[in-house]
């Protein structure tokens, strides 16, 4: 943890608003440093502007200027989704700048110990599960970061006697340098973002970021279960927790036969609770196991654990339940933004699976669907830029039934033509929902409509 005194007079750029901008322009201009809010959209489309003004924060809004990032500032703070290709970033690399994200700044002021969770697929379903865990344990904590609250709006008001539980994604992660998180957590690495990234090899590293700076005292928390998460282990110096649907770990939280049991370093094995008191359908009891153990580590009951697993049924927009019309039962998972995620959704069902996918075109062309579409689909409907591959694919597979539509809204009545009793129809796009929606929450929002006005 700094002093307030580190940051008086310190000359620093906040680039872009949104809500971790504003966040952590007001914490450090509250800490005394000279700050500088920059974003390029026009200042029409910057409602928050105004409100750092009135605190004394400049903001300059409409493009970059030339001189934004010169030899007197000290530190650039950037929104996460903000590029390293952007020119004020490559200025401020070329110059010598420290380049971070708002998370080390809320890491390097708080008083709080944290708990990280990342991964490619299940961060804010296990994140949303520890914080219900903790609480249901009375174990002082908060959660932000990636879902909720921004970490800087949180973090200078927490004590040293609760948990920060922050879902962090690859770009927070990819701007840090100090940060330590007492338990961090991977949950697995599949390739995304690569847009953003360049390569898989960047975006590993990234996620792997989350572990740099542990000591030998600090907890890992791990996915047995996925080959990326083992080879990340060798490089892990902190004491690991290992979770896992398929094998007895040496330490963690696992599933044998029809039991979940736990092992944690200095106690007895002891089973947690039987596998069929999960509520998490599927592969997302990995989600389960992983906010077990997390929740273990920081000091949470059993008790309380076990009754938050045997409750909890998901998070919005992730392999939702929706409704059952007719003896067909509908599932909203729009939040599956990348093929793995959409594997593991249809793997989570036995019955037939009428499947709604398709959106923004990366350049991606699903090979590795054709499989699960083969042993899992009675139809497909897609939309969006990614329909025809979607649909190629699916006719690789042997699919039956195979429709390509204008958007959500038709996909719905096209996939309740097609499913009968004992089916199941699945939003599960494996594509992000930009060409359309501006966001998964929004296009899983009009799916939900739509299902109900059936």
């Given at each position: 943890?700094?002093?307030s005194?580190?940051?008086?007079?310190?000359?620093?750029?906040?680039?872009?608003?949104?809500?971790?901008?504003?966040?952590?322009?007001?914490?450090?201009?509250?800490?005394?440093?000279?700050?500088?809010?920059?974003?390029?959209?026009p200042?029409?489309?910057?409602?928050?502007?105004?409100?750092?003004?009135?605190?004394?924060?400049?903001?300059?809004?409409?493009?970059?200027?030339?001189?934004?990032?010169?030899?007197?500032?000290?530190?650039?703070?950037?929104?996460?989704?903000?590029p390293?290709?952007?020119?004020?970033?490559?200025?401020?690399?070329?110059?010598?700048?420290?380049?971070?994200?708002?998370?080390?700044?809320?890491?390097?002021?708080?008083?709080?110990?944290?708990?990280?969770?990342?991964?490619?697929?299940?961060?804010?379903?296990?994140?949303?599960?520890?914080?219900?865990?903790?609480?249901?344990?009375?174990?002082?904590?908060q959660v932000?970061g990636?879902?909720?609250?921004?970490?800087?709006?949180?973090?200078?008001?927490?004590?040293?006697?609760e948990?920060?539980?922050?879902?962090?994604?690859?770009?927070?992660?990819?701007?840090?340098?100090t940060?330590?998180?007492?338990?961090g957590?991977?949950?697995?690495i599949?390739p995304?973002?690569?847009?953003?990234?360049?390569?898989?090899?960047?975006?590993?590293?990234?996620?792997?970021?989350?572990?740099?700076?542990?000591?030998?005292?600090?907890?890992?928390?791990?996915?047995?279960?996925?080959?990326?998460?083992?080879?990340?282990?060798?490089?892990?110096?902190s004491?690991?927790?290992?979770?896992?649907?398929?094998?007895?770990?040496?330490?963690g939280?696992?599933?044998?036969?029809?039991?979940?049991?736990?092992?944690?370093?200095?106690?007895?094995?002891?089973?947690?609770?039987?596998?069929?008191?999960?509520?998490?359908?599927?592969?997302?009891?990995?989600?389960?196991?992983?906010?077990?153990?997390?929740?273990?580590?920081?000091?949470?009951?059993?008790?309380?654990?076990?009754?938050?697993?045997?409750?909890?049924?998901?998070?919005?927009?992730?392999?939702?339940?929706v409704?059952?019309?007719?003896?067909?039962?509908?599932?909203?998972?729009?939040?599956?933004?990348?093929?793995k995620?959409?594997?593991?959704?249809?793997d989570?069902?036995?019955?037939?699976?009428?499947l709604?996918?398709?959106?923004?075109?990366?350049?991606?062309?699903?090979?590795?669907?054709?499989?699960?579409?083969?042993?899992r689909?009675?139809?497909?409907?897609?939309?969006?830029?990614t329909?025809?591959?979607?649909?190629?694919?699916a006719?690789?597979?042997?699919?039956?039934?195979?429709?390509?539509?204008?958007d959500?809204?038709?996909?719905?009545?096209?996939?309740?033509?097609?499913?009968?009793?004992?089916?199941?129809?699945?939003?599960?796009?494996?594509?992000?929902?930009?060409?359309?929606?501006?966001?998964?929450?929004e296009?899983?929002?009009?799916?939900?409509?739509?299902?109900?006005?059936?």
């Amino acid at each position: 943890m700094s002093s307030s005194d580190d940051w008086k007079g310190l000359r620093v750029v906040v680039l872009g608003l949104a809500r971790s901008g504003v966040a952590v322009a007001k914490l450090l201009h509250d800490l005394g440093a000279k700050v500088t809010v920059n974003d390029r959209k026009p200042r029409s489309e910057c409602p928050e502007a105004e409100a750092l003004e009135k605190l004394g924060v400049p903001v300059i809004c409409g493009g970059h200027p030339v001189d934004l990032i010169h030899d007197r500032v000290n530190l650039l703070v950037k929104n996460p989704g903000i590029p390293y290709t952007a020119p004020p970033v490559q200025s401020a690399i070329t110059k010598g700048i420290p380049v971070v994200t708002e998370v080390e700044i809320a890491y390097r002021i708080t008083k709080a110990p944290v708990i990280g969770i990342t991964g490619s697929n299940g961060k804010t379903t296990t994140t949303t599960l520890v914080g219900r865990m903790l609480a249901a344990g009375d174990v002082p904590s908060q959660v932000a970061g990636n879902i909720g609250r921004a970490l800087a709006e949180v973090a200078p008001g927490m004590g040293a006697e609760e948990w920060l539980v922050a879902e962090l994604s690859s770009f927070q992660l990819k701007g840090v340098n100090t940060f330590r998180p007492r338990i961090g957590a991977l949950l697995n690495i599949v390739p995304a973002h690569l847009d953003y990234h360049g390569d898989l090899v960047d975006y590993t590293e990234s996620k792997e970021k989350l572990f740099m700076n542990q000591r030998t005292e600090d907890i890992a928390v791990l996915n047995r279960d996925s080959s990326a998460c083992r080879a990340a282990a060798e490089k892990i110096s902190s004491n690991i927790l290992w979770f896992s649907r398929r094998e007895r770990v040496s330490q963690g939280v696992f599933i044998e036969g029809d039991r979940v049991i736990a092992r944690l370093p200095g106690k007895p094995e002891w089973e947690l609770m039987p596998v069929s008191e999960m509520r998490l359908p599927g592969v997302h009891q990995e989600n389960g196991l992983a906010a077990a153990a997390i929740a273990l580590a920081a000091g949470c009951p059993a008790e309380a654990v076990r009754r938050e697993l045997s409750a909890f049924t998901g998070v919005e927009h992730r392999l939702e339940f929706v409704t059952e019309k007719r003896g067909v039962r509908w599932y909203n998972d729009s939040k599956a933004t990348n093929a793995k995620a959409a594997v593991s959704a249809m793997d989570s069902f036995t019955e037939p699976v009428i499947l709604i996918a398709g959106g923004l075109d990366r350049g991606v062309e699903f090979p590795e669907l054709i499989p699960v579409f083969g042993r899992r689909l009675k139809g497909i409907v897609t939309y969006g830029q990614t329909a025809d591959i979607l649909i190629a694919r699916a006719k690789e597979a042997g699919v039956p039934h195979r429709l390509r539509v204008n958007d959500v809204k038709e996909a719905v009545g096209a996939a309740a033509s097609m499913a009968g009793k004992g089916d199941i129809v699945l939003l599960s796009p494996a594509c992000a929902s930009w060409d359309q929606y501006t966001s998964f929450e929004e296009r899983g929002s009009i799916f939900k409509q739509a299902v109900h006005n059936l």
